[in-house]
């Protein structure tokens, strides 16, 4: 007989009623006390985070103080710009589509980015296709090594592992599409006086997948506390379109289709949750294994992967440090001074 | 000291430490000591390939190999032989 795990099925079920009520309540009495902030600016990609995050804030403050901003480029999917507009439409709020692609070539950014990609892929250019890959993580490799994955346009795939330049090169360049998209979400926030809901859900924001001044920067995180599973919870809870729910996770980064796990974190967000989950309550690795129907062995490996992110990626979440503390703008300071 | 000891210590001290000379053990992890990560893993692949003339394959990338000084060392006359 198989062992069965004495964890629940149930491990990451929440109430929904309550969790819409704490963070639209937390939302509005953010932008009114802490932010003095008129309204929102979400960036809208048609993805599960940036949905839900955008129906959370017409929760809090009323469709009409939400702007949705639709910025695809050239590598973005076909199915972008349609699904964050079903979004924006189903919840009735205005959007805003700027086409990125222009600025990214004024930057270089297309020459830069295959520039990199063609040390690695001697020939690579602009008629093929490309991703970022991630190696797996096992018991045996303790590292996170990076390949790129091409497509020639006669449909020939390559797979060569990035040497250190190579992967810099790769990731400064590719790191202009969110800080691009970040400015431009600071200029409507700035132009009708509203703050920036950032979307990272709590896999992202304790794993550190998001871009320094990029997709990491915003005044608000309203779902940085949910596990991936939480988020499709609310999606289902709060009705919104069936199209958005059953997409597949997707950087929409790479102009190869591209999942969060190839990039990132290995294995589906499914696991990925239940294992941080676990780590972070104390469950054993053995419970957890049983629960995710993977050997005991890949689940601490991915327990100290964990860990190894949370070290390496620490800088991205750290605010400008001070050689001397300056007491009277700490920031625990000015939210007490604001929230009474 | 073993073969490339002290070439590899230098190496880690100006890379990753500005220059600081660190008296790690010779079994202790790079990892675990916060000395070396993913991106480090990288530099440090780089180096021993720009420096020692060698190409380290992808089945060899695992901490046996480059994750203590001791490893790396043994990893290095390996290769180097």
């Known amino acids: 007989m198989n062992a069965k795990s004495p964890i629940p099925p149930d491990l ?35 993805g599960i985070d940036s949905s839900v995050t955008a129906a959370l804030c017409v929760k809090a403050v ?47 950014y297309y020459e830069k980015y295959d520039e990199a990609v063609r040390a690695a892929v001697p ?15 096992s018991e045996d490799r303790a590292y996170t090594l990076f390949s790129v994955v091409a497509a020639s346009p006669d449909g020939r795939m390559v797979k060569e592992r990035l040497e250190l330049s190579s992967y810099l090169a790769i990731v400064a360049a590719t790191n202009f ?14 132009l009708y006086n509203y703050a920036v809901a950032g ?24 779902i940085a506390h949910l596990y991936k599973t939480q988020v499709y919870k609310l999606a289902r809870y709060m009705g919104l379109p069936e199209a958005i729910i059953n997409r597949f996770p997707t950087t929409d980064t790479y102009s190869l289709p591209q999942g969060q796990d ?37 689940v601490s490996a991915i327990y100290q992967d964990i860990d190894r992110k949370r070290t390496a990626t620490r800088y991205l979440h750290l605010a400008p440090v ?10 625990d300071l000015m939210m007490k001074k604001d929230l009474g | 000291m073993m073969e490339h000891e002290h070439e590899i210590r230098k190496f880690i001290a100006e890379k990753f430490l500005f220059g600081e000379h660190n008296k ?16 480090g893993v990288l530099e440090l692949i780089s180096y021993l390939e720009e420096q020692f003339n060698i190409k380290v394959n992808d089945d060899e990338l695992v901490p046996k190999n480059l994750d203590t000084i001791a490893g790396i060392c043994a990893f290095l006359s390996k290769k180097i032989s």
């Open chain 1, 12 to 46: 990451l079920e929440i109430d929904c009623d309550k969790e819409l009520a704490k963070i639209s309540g937390a939302i509005k009495n953010t932008l009114g006390r802490v932010l003095h902030k008129r309204g929102l600016v979400v960036g809208i990609s048609g």
């Open chain 1, 62 to 108: 009323g469709k009409d103080k939400v702007i949705g901003l639709q910025m695809p480029e050239r590598h973005s999917a076909e199915d972008t710009l349609g699904l964050s507009a079903l979004i924006a439409d189903h919840l009735g709020i205005r959007k805003v589509p700027i086409d990125i692609t222009p600025i990214l070539e004024a930057i270089g």
């Open chain 1, 123 to 137: 020939g690579y250019g602009r008629d093929w296709k490309s991703k970022i890959v991630v190696s797996d993580i």
């Open chain 1, 177 to 190: 599409k969110q800080r691009i998209r970040k400015m431009l979400e600071y200029y409507y926030a700035d």
């Open chain 1, 199 to 222: 979307t990272p859900n709590r896999l992202e924001f304790d794993q550190g997948f998001f871009v320094k001044l990029g997709d990491g920067a915003a005044d608000i995180k309203p």
């Open chain 1, 262 to 298: 190839e990039f990132f974190f290995s294995v589906s967000s499914e696991v990925m949750d239940l294992c941080l989950y676990g780590k972070n309550h104390g469950l054993s690795v053995e419970d957890v294994s049983l629960h995710v129907h993977l050997p005991p062995g890949r």
């Open chain 1, 322 to 331: 001070l050689i001397t503390e300056v007491p009277e703008i700490a920031q």
């Open chain 2, 24 to 39: 790690l053990p010779r079994d202790a992890s790079l990892l675990e000591a916060g000395i070396v990560d993913s991106t």
